[in-house]
């Protein structure tokens, strides 16, 4: 029997057998995964159980004395939004904001200012512009804003103070209480 096993083994060295086993050619495979990034646009305003506030200048209490305009102010709304912009489509979104329902008295105007991002988020939040006049055309109230999102709540986002003034002092004789009012202010994250 030893000499079968050497002879097979002389012989299989001499035509060039090899005696290891051999493994499938294919020893590898692949497959695909579609990657999506949802495009997001949400805005809101904070807190969101009560956005109904009250300007209401202080009236005079001593005769001969004009309506107190500094105390017609507001600060606790809060402007939240998160966003994944499209770089070649859509690089960057405004948010814009308008009067949509309602008409503020005559000789009166609201204006508003965002403050800077509270920071409590991340990516690249947009910019506040300067304080806006609202009217029913929409402006710009933040610009540039890319992928990112805000924080949820009140303390998250950009802070809104809302004022209340004359016109011009000149439109003192317009006041008139039966035009007191709500109005509707809309604000929309928008596309450039």
């Known amino acids: 029997m030893k000499k ?3 002879f097979s083994m002389i012989i299989a060295m001499i035509t060039g057998i090899s005696m290891t086993s051999y493994a499938q050619d294919n020893n590898t495979d692949a497959h695909d995964i579609n990657i999506t990034v949802p495009e997001v646009a949400l805005l809101d305003i904070e807190p969101s159980a009560n956005t109904t506030i009250a300007l209401e200048p202080t ?4 005769a001969g004395n004009p309506l107190d305009f500094s105390t017609a102010t507001n600060n606790s709304l809060w402007m939240n939004y998160s966003s994944i912009i499209g770089s070649t489509t859509e690089p960057t979104r405004n948010v814009t904001v308008s009067i949509t329902n309602g008409t503020v008295p005559a000789g009166t105007q609201i204006q508003v200012v965002a403050s800077a991002d509270a920071g409590n988020g991340g990516g690249n939040v947009g910019t506040p512009t300067a304080a806006i006049t609202l009217s029913t055309t ?3 109230i933040v610009t540039g804003v890319e992928s990112c999102y805000t924080g949820s709540g009140v303390n998250d986002g950009h802070n809104l103070t809302y004022t209340m003034s004359l016109t011009a002092p000149s439109d003192y004789g317009s006041l008139d209480f039966d035009q007191s009012t709500t109005v509707t202010v809309t604000y929309t994250l928008s596309d450039n």
């Open 59 to 62: 009236a005079p209490v001593e």
């Open 138 to 140: 929409a402006q710009q």
């Open 4 to 6: 079968l096993l050497k």
